[in-house]
T-cell receptor
Framework: AQSVTQLGSHVSVSEGALVLLRCNYSSSVPPYLFWYVQYPNQGLQLLLKYTSAATLVKGINGFEAEFKKSETSFHLTKPSAHMSDAAEYFCAVSEMQAGTALIFGKGTTLSVSS | DAGVIQSPRHEVTEMGQEVTLRCKPISGHNSLFWYRQTMMRGLELLIYFNNNVPIDDSGMPEDRFSAKMPNASFSTLKIQPSEPRDSAVYFC??????????????FGPGTRLTVT
């Protein structure tokens, strides 16, 4: 069965600092991986997705993630945090070979201080 | 594009009442998903449809919950009777998905349900 673990339910950074949000997955088959962002009182918005085309994936708002099969990880990074990045971030996994459902992690809340 | 449309945005009801949540997916999308989000349990997949057919309803909590998709542009999630523990934000999402080729899901703004 697939699963996603997001390490750290809450991450705090200063404006301009590096953002690193961790995601590890478990899947018996090659996965599709996604990062979504949720701003307060809104639905989830896709940041980026990994579909085996490239291990380093660039997304919106300056975020990127690197797929590391050996570490079963798909960590999300941004070189310089902005106040507007404060939100909840979800990592999700889906099997390539079966259906279209996503399995979401429990989310990481990112706080950015000035 | 209008995006995924959900109604109502907020619903407050008393325990025992029937609640119906509505969703209009993005035109042309053929997969539709219902999720529930709570602080305790996070984001849970309740059920999803492909070409209006329910594919997996294993996440539906119990018989009080039912979902329908009578056509490609409309879906409902019904709770009857509602209970306080059903209080949550319910999201609908849609995607252009083919079997074995997952595409990104587009989420609606959610319906915040409060059962008193």
């Amino acid at each position: 069965a697939q699963s996603v673990t997001q390490l750290g339910s809450h991450v705090s950074v200063s404006e301009g600092a590096l953002v690193l949000l961790r995601c590890n997955y478990s899947s018996s088959v090659p996965p599709y991986l996604f990062w979504y962002v949720q701003y307060p009182n809104q639905g989830l918005q896709l940041l980026l997705k990994y579909t085996s085309a490239a291990t380093l994936v660039k997304g919106i708002n300056g975020f990127e993630a690197e797929f590391k099969k050996s570490e079963t990880s798909f960590h999300l990074t941004k070189p310089s945090a902005h106040m507007s990045d404060a939100a909840e971030y979800f990592c999700a996994v889906s099997e390539m070979q079966a259906g279209t459902a996503l399995i979401f992690g429990k989310g990481t809340t990112l706080s950015v201080s000035s | 594009d209008a995006g995924v449309i959900q109604s109502p945005r907020h619903e407050v009801t008393e325990m025992g009442q029937e609640v119906t949540l509505r969703c209009k997916p993005i035109s042309g999308h053929n997969s539709l998903f219902w999720y529930r989000q709570t602080m305790m349990r996070g984001l849970e997949l309740l059920i999803y449809f492909n070409n209006n057919v329910p594919i997996d309803d294993s996440g539906m909590p119990e018989d009080r919950f039912s979902a329908k998709m009578p056509n490609a542009s409309f879906s409902t999630l019904k709770i009857q009777p509602s209970e306080p523990r059903d209080s949550a934000v319910y999201f609908c999402a849609s995607s252009l998905g083919l079997a074995g080729t997952p595409y990104e899901q587009y989420f609606g703004p959610g319906t915040r349900l409060t059962v008193t």
